[in-house]
């Protein structure tokens, strides 16, 4: 990786299978720079109703915004032992303070649409700095099960960016909400700074719609993450397979296969699962 902090471009390298490096590709660094502002719209992704439509079903409440989170995360933080919560009941609160009582009284749920997030380095550019992270609904006690995105990435070029599209409904009187989506990080790197240092900030921004009902509104069909061609080269994410747990069908039984059901009930109640 070029490591001269005035050059234009940032050449990354890959092993092949043989372990000899080869050059993989060049970025250009001013691009890079230029993409530090986030993108998201406030209605991104959701499936709006038209002005006709919203006249004929009052009843229906919702509210469109923005939330932005930054932290500057130190070097002792970046063991994947801290987490980030995304979701902020301070702004939600503020946001329903904003609304005409009839209206504020009615608000139950939060759909996130998308999380746009940007990683910024604080250090030169070049400097080899892997990184893994998650992002995690950590209200569910199975870890894989709560992963919504993992992958890893290079600060070295200064800046990472993507997208999760999240499309997800939360009650505003969950007690875990604030601490539900996380984002966990953790530097691939032993002895790399002194104590105290700030290696990179996380800064993220999601676009929501309060609304007074769970089912208010629909998302458009879109992957779970969105990554721009320009920092494709940086990260690798991936977005777990979702599946349902389906307990098996009970066969029909016979006569004498039910005396031995009520003789053996200890051994037939353990029926597997299938994953």
Do not use: C, W
């Amino acid at each position: 990786m070029s490591d001269n902090p005035t050059s234009s471009y940032f050449y990354y390298l890959n092993k092949n299978d043989n372990e000899n490096y080869f050059l993989d590709g060049v970025i250009d660094i001013k691009k890079i720079r230029e993409k530090t502002n986030f993108t998201i719209s406030e209605t991104q992704n959701f499936i709006t109703k038209s002005f006709l439509s919203k006249l004929f079903d009052r009843e229906n409440i919702i509210k469109y915004g923005k939330m932005i989170g930054e932290v500057a995360v130190t070097i002792d933080q970046t063991k994947g032992d801290f987490l980030i919560q995304v979701i902020n009941k301070e702004q939600i609160k503020k946001r329903l303070a904003k609304l005409r009582s009839e209206e504020r009284n009615k608000i139950a749920y939060i759909h996130i649409s998308t999380i746009q997030i940007i990683l910024k380095s604080t250090m030169k550019i070049g400097i080899d700095a892997p990184m893994e992270f998650e992002i995690r609904d950590d209200r569910l006690l199975n870890e894989e099960e709560s992963i919504i995105a993992k992958g890893t990435g290079n600060l070295g070029v200064g800046i990472i960016k993507f997208d999760i599209n999240l499309q997800q409904g939360l009650s505003l009187a969950d007690g875990n909400l604030d601490s539900s989506i996380i984002i966990k990080v953790e530097l691939k790197r032993e002895n790399f700074m002194k104590e105290n240092s700030k290696p990179f900030s996380v800064t993220y921004q999601i676009n929501y719609a309060l609304t007074n009902s769970h089912h208010s509104l629909t998302f458009k069909n879109k992957e779970v993450i969105t990554i721009e061609d320009l920092f494709k080269p940086l990260i690798q994410l991936e977005a777990p397979l979702k599946t349902v747990r389906i307990e098996p069908s009970r066969p029909s039984i016979t006569q004498d296969q039910r005396r031995l059901i009520k003789t053996q009930s200890e051994k037939i109640r353990h029926i597997p699962v299938i994953e």
